[in-house]
Structures are given as structure tokens and as C-alpha cells.
């Protein structure tokens, strides 16, 4: 139940996404009295499931897949990590090793290629490689100065490797992955620690090499078997069950007191205006995507980033059998389609194809940024033909969902809070895109706010 009016709550927690449980579980299990407020009617934010089938190609029951995020990055231990402090029953599972491809377009037609084996972001560590070939003309590197100050990520690859390499590969794969071009990303935000080998041998192809060994692009990654979208909610179960309240349906309006400077920061609680009550807490997270962090924080919105556009279709095709383009494509903006990525979901997870029935698939098509409104069975259709080079109709399409994310949280900038000890971010806005860096900062998190709260709870307001 949420605090009694003249009560104080220890940490009121803005946003029910990964962040703000994560957060939520640990401070509840180290006894602060813990709040959650929700905007939506579910926890999750990006990690949401659909329903599909029920009346073909998945038997009569249906099926549950990811609406929205459905992997996550295993370049840290994060959410192996959580998965075992929490004993979350969940089961971790690996893609398909084939990995994902890449389509390009021009004049000279759809040109569809493997990722590059070796290649880091889409920067190649031998630009002559065969699989870089089939994408772009040869093009040794060109050796420069390491800049002065860091230009943006599309600058340096053009400088040294092609414009075209830059713009057909670098750049789909950022617009791909992060939902931002590379000129709007740095190297040192989007992978420090290629930045800092590429800045100790003044060599991008030679620090790419250095890191490059290890799975095909696209299968550096994990699930959950039956999707990604049980983490949440296993985790929502723990954190109550550790003694969170998580109040769903419940917008935060405003929050009142923030911003002070000297004691009275330490010592006043702050007012959080969510629905219909007002929350009096200690401190407050605020766990929520960029532009509403921004409004929370009395800021205007910087504009970064787009919504992104997702339609999950059940496909019935033949062709499709042979997972012409391994697990998925990203697509250079050259191509004929207002599609920027393509995963084919059963060939990428099997889990999932094993409930298909035969010939049945479900295939997920990220829009281009900005771009809304265009799937429909026939778009759709042509996106995975042009995509896979299989002919798919319209009427082969028998099930089509579209849901609409916001994106802004992939920004290069992280937010920034204002010195107040009691106000503290979480969440893809602030720690970077993905659990695997969401996760981990949001214990970092919950373990400040253990420390800083240690001492006794402030008074009632009625004392």
C-alpha cells in the first residue's frame, strides 16, 4: 500500500522499467521503504510482451514473444548477475551462431552480405576481407594524427576507411543498434574501449583486431527463453516480495523540493505529485526514458533521438525456411524500404521455432527513424522480400502488431542531475542503451542509496 500521508517514504522510485526495479529490489531487500511509481498498467517499459497465433501457425493457444527489446548484450556479466542474486526463474539462452547481414542498395541493385566476421561497430580490422568486399569497394587504411578533440564517429571511419564503408556499414549499424546515425555518435561514448585502443595505436583497423575475436556480429547477445519480457516481471515479484509496493497506472506529475542546496537538502523530504497522491520520500529515482526524466527535472526536451516503430509479423513462407539472411538484417539507408532492421525472430532463437508450425515465422522489422505510420501486411511484405530476396505476399502475412518505442534514451549524452543528494537517474538515459549497462548502474545505484540511507528515517510530519 502506498505511504500514509504524514509518512516518509525512503526512496520513491519513478519508472517500473529495469532500472527502477533493479533498484527497487535491492533497497527493499536492505529494509528502506521502498515505493515504485508506474505511468503505465505494467512493469517492463521496453521489455513487453504480445500475443500472436492462436488461430494459425502457432496451435490454438498462441504464443507469447517480445514486443519490444528481445536480447540483450553480453559484453558484461549484468544480467547474468541479477538472474542469480535474485534466483529469477528464467532461463538464459544463446542465439543462433550464424549471425546477421547486411543489405545495402544503389545502382547497382540490393547487394546482401554477412556482417563482417571481424569487425567491431562495423569497422572492419582487415578492409580487404572478403566479407567487406561483398559490401564496399577495397580501401586501405588511410593512417592520421589521433585527433585532437574526438570528432563524431562517421568522421573518423570516413577519414580513414571510405565514405562509403562509413555511410553503407558504420553508419547502418548504428542506426541499427543504437537508433542514432554515426555522426551523432563518439567512439568514446558508443565503445570507450575501442576509443581508447584506436587512441594508443593511432590504427582503427589494428584495435579492431585487438577486440574483434569472439562470436559473428549480431550473436553477441542473449535471451530469455519465452522472451525477454519474463525478466521484468520475475523481478517486479521479487522486488515486492523483498517488500516493494509498485503502484502501476500512476504518472508522476511533478516533484517538489528539488534542486536545494546546503542542509536542507539532506534533511527535507521531497513531494512526489503521482496520480491522485503525493508521495513524502527521502529520495527519489527517477528511472523513466530521456524526455521524461528532462520534464521531472524542470528541463525542456534536447530532442534527442526519435520514436522507433516495431511491427512483429507471423509469416507463413517457404522460402523463409532456409533463413536466407541468418538471424536478421540491418539495412543501409540506400535500400528501397522505410525498414532499418530486420530480426527473424524463430531463426534467431530456437525456443521459438520450435512452437511454430511448419513454414511459420516470425519475423520483427525496426522502422527508420522518424519514420511512423507505414507498416501495414503489404509493406511489411515488400520489406522482407527486398530484405531476404524471398517473394512474400500480403495474404502471407497472418499476423501483424505494430507498437511504437521511444528511442530517446540512445542518445551520446547522458543526462546530467542537478547537485542534489537526495534526487538520483537511472536507466538508459543516464547508464547508455541496454541492460547490460542499465543493469549494472542501477545496482551502483541502489547501493548509494543504501549507504546514504543508513541512518535513522526522518521524522513524520506530524512529530
Not at 512483429?312 to 539495412?331: C, E, M, Q
Not at 547508455?432 to 543508513?454: F, K, N
Request: hydrophobic share 50%; charged share 20%.
Amino acid at each position: 500500500m502506498p505511504a500514509e500521508a504524514n509518512e516518509i517514504v525512503d526512496v520513491c522510485i519513478v519508472g517500473a522499467g529495469m532500472a527502477g526495479l533493479v533498484v527497487a529490489a535491492e533497497t527493499a531487500a536492505a529494509g528502506l521503504r521502498t515505493i515504485v511509481v508506474e505511468a503505465s498498467d505494467r512493469v517492463g517499459g521496453m521489455l513487453a510482451p504480445v500475443m500472436i497465433g492462436g488461430d494459425a501457425g502457432v496451435g490454438a493457444a498462441g504464443l507469447t514473444v517480445d514486443a519490444g527489446a528481445e536480447s540483450f548484450a553480453t559484453r558484461t556479466t549484468g544480467v547474468a548477475d541479477l538472474i542469480d542474486r535474485w534466483h529469477l526463474p528464467v532461463t538464459v539462452t544463446a542465439p543462433n551462431p550464424a549471425g546477421a547481414w547486411l543489405v545495402a542498395g544503389g545502382d547497382s541493385g540490393i547487394r546482401r552480405a554477412p556482417l563482417p566476421r571481424r569487425s567491431v561497430l562495423g569497422i572492419p580490422a582487415d578492409p580487404r576481407a572478403a566479407d567487406i568486399l561483398a559490401l564496399v569497394p577495397p580501401r586501405a587504411e588511410r593512417l592520421l594524427p589521433v585527433p585532437a578533440e574526438e570528432p563524431s564517429l562517421y568522421d573518423i571511419v570516413a577519414a580513414r576507411l571510405g565514405d562509403d564503408l562509413a555511410s553503407a556499414v558504420v553508419d547502418t549499424v548504428c542506426r541499427g543498434v543504437y537508433s542514432r546515425s554515426a555522426h551523432d555518435l563518439t567512439l568514446s561514448v558508443v565503445h570507450p574501449q575501442l576509443w581508447q585502443r584506436f587512441v594508443q595505436t593511432g590504427s582503427l583497423t589494428d584495435a579492431v583486431a585487438d577486440l574483434a575475436a569472439g562470436p559473428r556480429p549480431g550473436s553477441a547477445v542473449a535471451g530469455i527463453v519465452g522472451g525477454m519480457w519474463r525478466l521484468p516481471v520475475e523481478l517486479a515479484a521479487r522486488a515486492r516480495a523483498a517488500g516493494a509496493t509498485i503502484m502501476l497506472d500512476t504518472p508522476v506529475h511533478r516533484i517538489h523540493g528539488a534542486g536545494g542546496v546546503g542542509d536542507r537538502t539532506r534533511d527535507e523530504a521531497l513531494s512526489v505529485d503521482a496520480g491522485s497522491t503525493a508521495i513524502r520520500a527521502r529520495t527519489v529515482v527517477i528511472a523513466t526514458g530521456r524526455g521524461q526524466a528532462l520534464r521531472l527535472l524542470g528541463e525542456h526536451s534536447d530532442g534527442a533521438g526519435a520514436p522507433v516503430e516495431l511491427a512483429i509479423a507471423l509469416v507463413r513462407s517457404l522460402g523463409l525456411d532456409a533463413h536466407p539472411v541468418g538471424t536478421g538484417a540491418l539495412i543501409a539507408d540506400a535500400a528501397p524500404i522505410d525498414a532499418k532492421a530486420l530480426t527473424h525472430a524463430n531463426a534467431k532463437w530456437g525456443w521459438l521455432d520450435e512452437q511454430l508450425e511448419r513454414h511459420h515465422h516470425v519475423v520483427r522489422l525496426s522502422a527508420r527513424d522518424g519514420v511512423t505510420g507505414r507498416f501495414d501486411e503489404a509493406s511489411v511484405a515488400t520489406a522482407i522480400s527486398v530484405v531476404t530476396g524471398v517473394s512474400v505476399a500480403a495474404e502471407d502475412v497472418r499476423e501483424l502488431h505494430v507498437r511504437r518505442w521511444d528511442a530517446s534514451s540512445s542518445s551520446s549524452t547522458s543526462l546530467v542531475v542537478a547537485a542534489d543528494p537526495r534526487l538520483h537517474l537511472a536507466g538508459a538515459a543516464v547508464a547508455g542503451t541496454g541492460l547490460a549497462s542499465v543493469v549494472p548502474h542501477a545496482r551502483e545505484v541502489a547501493a548509494t542509496l543504501i549507504h546514504a540511507l543508513a541512518a535513522p528515517p526522518l521524522a513524520s510530519a506530524a512529530s
